[in-house]
């Protein structure tokens, strides 16, 4: 099925200079760019894109266990890294883009690769790109940069392009 989905190049990739490279990966998986622009993210954004919903907060503190981590509290730890998470996407330029292929968001998802950089596997964007981990984040109390935000589902997707595309940037 024919899809389209959100990707954003945090700042931690543009920074690096990583941008082309980040997309010939998913160019090379045989997804196309639809639509793409470099931006400075204001705070009103960041803060419809991470809301602070009890059952994301839950999943990112349990991210961080998995990770190693001992979690007391997998709400408090989301909370924190929401809000670190905020504090960074809206420190340097992204790059927002809108892909589209055959299973997009599955697609997208595999060539990025898991959200912590070291357990990502070789041959993704984190695996072979990525330079943190969810620990070191954790143990210096800031968010991992893991260089992409890639929308997780149909409905995020849906969501997450018209809250980051103007309808007159859609055309």
């Known amino acids: 099925m024919m899809e389209q989905t959100l990707v954003v190049v945090k ?12 997309i010939s990966y998913y160019e090379a998986g045989g997804l196309k760019v639809k639509t793409l622009k470099m931006l400075t993210v204001s705070e009103a954004l960041i803060d419809k894109h991470y809301p602070e919903m009890d059952d994301y907060l839950v999943s990112l503190g349990k991210k961080s266990e998995k990770a190693g981590d001992k979690i007391d509290d997998y709400r408090a730890q989301g909370l924190k890294i929401v809000q670190g998470l905020k504090k960074y996407i809206t420190s340097g330029p992204v790059v927002k883009m809108i892909l589209e292929g055959e299973d997009a968001i599955k697609q997208v998802r595999a060539i990025t690769g898991y959200t912590d950089p070291k357990s990502a596997e070789k041959g993704t964007i984190r695996g072979d ?5 969810i620990l070191e984040a954790n143990r210096e109390n800031r968010p991992v940069k893991n260089l992409i935000h890639a929308s997780g589902n149909s409905e995020e997707a849906a969501t997450e392009i018209t809250l980051w595309f103007s309808p007159e940037e859609l055309v």
Do not use: A
């Not at 790109?129 to 981990?133: A, H, K, L, R, V």
């Open 11 to 22: 700042p931690d990739g543009v920074k690096r200079n990583l941008i082309g490279k980040i």
């Open 129 to 133: 790109m990525g330079e943190d981990s």
